[in-house]
């Protein structure tokens, strides 16, 4: 099948390539290849009954199919250039924030409106943070929610599918530069297209590293994020959560001058398991529809570590961490902040009786047998900082769940039009690592559609 252009990759970046690329009308055959299911199909197996923990299915109906990583996630877009990804550095910081404005037009237009938009402008928080040593970063943030998110996911995929090809189970094994373009291999036939975008997202960070090495790509990569999510009473963090609904906090810590901040806050959230490549690690997320809020917030702290020369496998190493806790719990491990400041494991008995009841369950362990020390101490410590601003914090029945990993994809070498040196390839998402967000993904995927357009 010959295709003008072809997006390996059904996430926000696929979809709002495809979605931009459709909406210019100019007769452009575009296939879209996903190795997951459509968004109907999507239904992860744990029910906490049945199937309490992951059983590595074939996809992750978590991390693939259409509306990739961020199909169940808090759908929350973040419109800034402070974190979510340097995308800014390829194309501007005007038309980053311009162009993810809209991409929230776009989900506001297709189900969306009536979601609130949350802002850190004139807040007296800033002020607070300050005072006690942490920073409180800028940034307006659309909170579209689990259920909502859903919708606009579904309502995109109505009004493209008569437009554009979608294949569904359909997994990419390589890519072969060809005279007019591309050969894309599947496991099932191949396609051709001149142009390819390619859009796999984190889960596809394995696959995009060997078509870095087949088609002679240089990157670069030396950076991991790992942490432990934390949980709470919803009212501790409600005068910040309530006015920003999410705060993305900096703290550096005394000890050691790491940075250590706040990420991902999900107001009377859940706690849920993620499948990075086979190992389970932490997340969350949080429904707009009232009826479905829990009692607590959750919210990840993280720690980046940069690795100089001559170690290079920094996604490895925090997959061993990971590896750790999943030896150690078979998949996510929780301790009361209490028993981790005690030296001592949690067991079934003390989370039971814990004032603060877990929304995801999982094994009580001991985190410090996991999570190196610097870390741990650096994370410790800004339990201990944040509880100035939210008194509750550092309670004894605070939960901690392990670990929570972020695994950046190695950088690939683009151009400022997100072009590899190979043309008429474009990286995009957060598989390109210059993007690590909803709002910073989409807006890759709208940029590199019109500078395709451009060029036709
Ligand atoms: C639980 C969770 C909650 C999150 N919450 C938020 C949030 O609230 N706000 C926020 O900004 N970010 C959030 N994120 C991160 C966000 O989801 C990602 O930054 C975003 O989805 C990246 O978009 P993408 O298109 O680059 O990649 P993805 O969304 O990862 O999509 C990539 C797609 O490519 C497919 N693929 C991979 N390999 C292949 C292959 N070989 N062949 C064919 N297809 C392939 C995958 O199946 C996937 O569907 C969350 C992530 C998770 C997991």
Redesign the pocket.
Known sequence: MQYDVLI???????IFTSYELAKAKRGLRIGV????NPLNKRKCPIDGKNVKSCIHCK?CA????FG???A???????ITNQF?GTLYEYIGKEQALELMRYVDGINLSHGGEGTKLYSTANTAIKKMCLENGLHLLDAQVRHLGTDINYTVLGNLYDELKDKVDFHFN???TSVEKTEGGYLVHTEKESFSCTRCVI??????SK?MESVCRDLDLPTRSNRVDIGVRVELPAEVFSHLTDELYESKIVYRTQKFEDLVRTF?MNPRGVV?N?NTNGIVTV?G?SYEDPARHTENTNFALLVSKHFSEPFKDSNGYGESVARLSNMLGGGVMIQRFGDLVRGRRSTERRIEENFVTPTLSATPGDLSLVIPKRILDGIIEMVYALDKIAPGTANDDTLLYGVEVKFYNMEVEIGNDLQTCSPGLYVI???SGV?????H?SASGVYVAREILSQL
């Open positions: 390996i990759g059904a996430g926000p970046g696929g290849l996903e190795l997951g996809t978590i991390m693939n199919g990739g990583a961020g169940f996630s808090d759908g929350k877009y973040n979510g359909t997994a990419v859009s796999v997202g984190r889960s596809g696959w991902c849920v993620e997340n997320h998402g957060d598989c993007t690590h967000s909803l709002s993904a």
